[in-house]
Every structure is written in structure tokens, then in C-alpha cells.
């Protein structure tokens, strides 16, 4: 089916399948049950999810194929955020220009930048694309917010005011970010029994650009260009060696790379109307190349999982406190349930990073492959048991 | 003229921490071969030795004074650290005053256990894998030793204050005849380029004169030939990351009385720091240093009036600007060796 074969095609279908129904899967706790505070049904976290998915996929275009590491990924989500608000500023609430150019910013921005920095490889690469990225960040939070040039408002951030112009706005439309006059905050409730589920049109435009970018992404890994991609992560020398100049192909996926996370920027902005310089800064970065390792990098599905995973946990890990533990293990003895809440307390709430950085570690030390290794293994061990369970029931060892 | 020397001055203090910590980081990289993110933490890690041990000196019990009352009336409740009822006030005041110089017999000890036990349980699993996965897991070991110092110190920074003998400044141009009051320069930032030198050339000395650090230099130019011969270079190269630990530890130490310590210090220096030994060359312990000292005064130049004017913002770039340049002009950087880090 669209030129993708039957195991890439029921992993498409799935990812669709994720993404349209996540208001369902998000909120499998009636809200006023004690386990509602597990609920990521709400359009302000799906959202990000899904802008943070198609980050990490574009990321892992570039990391998870050519094997090039880049530390500077944030500066094109920047640049993508700061020309979707302009677009807001100047043209029109309508999303669709405002994405289209934050593409495109970001894609000349990253042509530029990956034109120079692709000169070098390995850790030079790392190093060279963090400079890059810390001097956007550097500009864009003082020097490109001065009176005489203002292009990024500084640390307020950059966002639109009443006396904007708006050349294209009409008073019929919504004066929000909107898609042809349909408000990306408005939000279906949906009520059944105990359960209430949201379906926000933000989220729905994210998720189907989430579907079609995961699509090109599949293509992209199937393709002789994305062959191309690989050889240059297994052996760069030897594809030399045969004729073959790999610089075009690490500069296209560094490209495509930085369109994705221009174009999560855009999203980003649409969503939420504001751009600051924070989100260039090098831990964002940082975050982008947790999410992909910790998902799987090189495997197509493991980016979205990573994203999801680490945005669900940031916001679900970092709102349970002290009074929710004490209730959890309230049916131990006192003295064992405080002593149990002080040995998880410094793990959660404020402490998440914490929790963040152990795991990662743990992920990059025994399960190099990410989330998607660990389920392949997990489930290697499963059916291995199976099978065993039926012929090895009467087989005695050997004595 | 003045300005120039003054912005020379300023640039030292600054040169003088990436000097170190570049040193350290290019100590680990020449020794071990692995790029260390957590190197930053390590910084840190050592402020916090110094904000530590003011803190345990000035561990105190309240008595209560009656002869005095306080603003509201009551008897007046006294403070007093326990060092001072031990010594007496003239001599734990003093131990209490000099407690940040005193963290660098603290922090040589902790550093080094620190480094060691990095080294033995974490980084010691990595040489065979690639740079990438070195990368990433010490950037992640690099957030949770970041976490954890919040988690005991707060996210505030910490006011860690220089003995009282070194507030105040110098005044060059009185002291060698020019106008008086135009070149000034804090004690301790000289103390801090002391400080540094001593350290760098003591570092350099240990390295050339000992039997051991000719050991060391001898595996870092061949380590297998020198396993063979029978010398347990694994672990030499541990000692080495622990003293490239206390190394960066020590500028961390001293540095607290320049800049009050808060949890991500480390990373600040850290991107810096790199910056700083691709600069250098990759390996080259003099690259290190000197391009430490050279961005470090480049970086105060270009934050002059004159420089900001001419081309806004220019000193929050330049460092990256000359890392630009530097690494597409020279790759191997200024003093780099040949065939290292080359593919």
C-alpha cells in the first residue's frame, strides 16, 4: 500500500491509528477517580506530543541515519517558532502561511549552517553545530531585539499585539491562530459515563501533519537516497573509495533534518502564539537527542515513542508530591511509608530531571537501541518462553 | 593604552577557568580517549566543595544573650559556630574568613574520588564504544550530578565570600607610576591567575619530570606498546582522570568568590570549554591552555564599548566565531597533533 511493504505498512497504520485516537487512549481514567491525574488527554500536552514526535523524526533522519550528531537542532525549531509569530504579526492568524514559511526559514537556515558544518564529522560536527546553535541563541536574545531592529523581543519573546498590522486579518476571523476561520483552541468535549475525552482542532491538524511527515520519513528510510544515508553512517571511507561523494547526501538529510524541526517550531507557534529564545537554547537541543535515544535512534517508530514518553512523564512525573505518595503507600505501616516517600521524594516533582537522567543513562548503557530494542528483546523473551513451555515440559536436565 | 592592559586584566580570570577546565578535559581526552560531557559537572561538583566546607565550618548553636535585646525586645539569641567556640573567635573567625581557599585541601580529596570512581564504574565500559554513546552518556551523567547538587543546594545561586584580605583591588597605575584609579584589577581574580598558573605548571611539571607522568606520556602516545611492556597503564590513566577531575574541581573552588555557584554552572563552562580545546587541537595539552587564556582575553575585548558598538553583540559570539573559523580554517586547531580524532 503506498509503496511501502506489509510490515512498514501496519506500522503506519498504527502510528495513524495512535494519533487519531490519543484523546481516547490518553484519558483511560474517569476524571474524577483517584488515577485521573495519569490522564494526558488534554489538547496543551497532546499537542506537544505530537510537535515533539515529528521534532525527534526529523532529528532521527539525520542521527539515526548518517550517524552525524548534531547539538544545534534547536536553533531551526527557534528559527521555525520566531517566523510563524512574524507571519502572525504581519500577514494573518491562518496557520498554513505561517507553517510554510517556518519550513522554509528553517530550511535555508539549515542549508547554511550544515553547508559549513558538514565540513567536519564526528565530534568536530557536534561541536561546530552547538556553536552555531549557541550563537543564534545568543542573538536572538539580545542583539536581534534592539529598538532600532527588533526581530526577536528579547527575553519577553516575540508575540503578537493589538497594534499589529495583520494586513490579511478580517474581523470575521477568529484572533487566534486559526486554519480557514476554525480556531485551533476549539475543543470538542466528549462525555461517556464517567470518562470525558477532548478533541481539539490544534491537535488534529498536528496529528495529520504528524501522519504525512512520518510517511515521507518511512519513504525516506526506504529509499536509495536513504541507502545512501546509511552507508554514510557504516563507512563513509569506503562509499568514497567507490566514487561516490557523500557530502550532497549528509547536506540534504541535515536539510530535511532542520525542515522538520522548522516545522515544529511553526506548530509550536500556531498552537501557542509566542516564540522565545529559550527554545534555541543548547539543552533543547539536548532534549531532541534524549527523546531520539531514548525511543530508539535509526528506527522509524522510536523518535514518537521517545517524544512521547519523555513529554509524558515531564508531565505527569513532575505533578505527583508528597501527599499523592502518602496516600499510595498509606496501607503500609507509618514508619515504612515515610521512609518509602523520602526515598522516592527527591525523584519527583521538581526532581523529574533526575529520574530523566538516570534513565537515560541506563538507556544508552544496556539498551543502546532504545524503547524499540527493549520491546523487541521483550518480546524475543516472551515467545521464547512459549515455545519452550510446550516441548520442554517433560524433558528432565540431564544428570 | 590603560585600556587595553585593563581589558588584558580582565580577560585573565575568565582565560584562567577555561584554561583549567580545558586542561582537564584535554587530560581525559589524551589519556583515556573519551570525550567527558560531565566535565562541567566536575567544575561544579568542586564549587560546591567550597560552599560545602563554609557551610560546615559555620555549623552553629544559639545562646542567648541577656545583657542584649533585639529589635523587639527579647533577649538577643547569639549565634555562634562551633569552630569559633573550639579555637576561640581570633582563629576560627580566621579558619571561617579563609574557608574558600581552605576547599582546596577539602576538594583535592573529593575530586579525586570523584574522577576515580567515574572513571572505574561508568566510563571504564565505554572506550570500546563510539564517541557518540561517550557523548551521551556523560551528558547524562553530567544531568543527574546537576540534579542531585540542586536537590541538596537549591537552584539559587550561593554567595560564597574571598577571605577579607583579598576585597579590594589593585592599583596598577599607582603602583607603577601611571594615573592612579584608571587600571584596577580585584586581589582574588589575580589570585585566580596565580592560582591557575601554578596549577597548569604544576600539571606540566608532574607530567615532564616525574617517572610517572612520562609513564602516562608514554601511553598516551602509544598505549598499547606500553601495556606490553608490562606497566598497568589502565591504571595510571584512572589516577590521570581523577587528577583532570581535581583539576577541574579546583577551578571551581576558587572560582566561587567570582561568581556565586548555582547547579548549572557547569554547563555554562562546559559548551565554552569545548569551544575552548577544539580551539586548542584536540589532545594538545599546551592548545588547551593557551587558547583558554587567548579566548578568555579575546571574549573581554570584545565586550569593550568600542567593540559592542561597532558590531552589537559581538561578545556574547565571538568565542564561536573563532571556533567557526578556526575549525574550518585549521581543523586539527592550533596546536593539534597529527592523527588524532582525525576520522
Redesign the interface.
Known sequence: MMGLNKKDTSLFVVVIVLALLAPFFLNPFPTDSSMAQFNAGYPDLMQRFVIFGIFAVGFNILFGLTGYLSFGHAAFLGVGSYAAVWIFKLLTYNVLPAIMLSVIMAGIFALLIGYVSLRRSGIYFSILTLAFAQMSFALAYSVLSNPKFNLTNGETGLQVYANDPQWLHRDSLPDLPHLFGLSMRSTYEMTVGGWSFSFNTGYYLCAVILILTFYLSIRLFRSPFGMMLRAVKSNQQRMNYTGLNSRPYTLAAFVISGMYAGLAGGLLAAMDPLAGAERMQWTASGEVVLMTILGGAGTLIGPILGAGFIKYFENIFSKINDNILHQWFAFMPDGIEDFIVAVIHPFIGKGWHLTLGLMFMMVVIFLPGGLVEGGQRLARLLRRKKSDESPSADTKPAE | MDAFILQMLNGLDKGSAYALIALGLTLIFGTLGV?NFAHGALFMIGAFCAVTLSKVLTISYETIDETQKDFLGNPLKVETPYIESWFGPEVGGAIIDWSVPLAILFAIPVMIAVGVIMERG?IK?FYK?P???Q???T??????L???IK?YFGANPIPTPAPAMFKGSFDFGAAFGIDPNVIIYPYWRMMYFGFALVVISGIFAFLQFTTFGMVVRAGMADRETVGMLGINIDKRFTIMFGIAAAVAGLAGVMYTPINPPNYHMG?DFL?LS??VV?VGG?GSLPGAVLAGFLLGILESFASTTWATTTI??IN??II??V??VV??TR?RGLLGRKGV?E?
Open positions: 570525550v561508568l565500559h564504544r564517541h557518540a554513546d557523548i551521551l552518556v551528558f547524562g551523567l553530567a544531568i543527574v546537576q540534579e542531585v536537590y554547563m559548551v569545548f569551544v577544539v584536540m552589537p553583540g556574547q559570539i564561536y566565531l571556533a567557526i575549525l574550518l581543523p580524532m576520522d
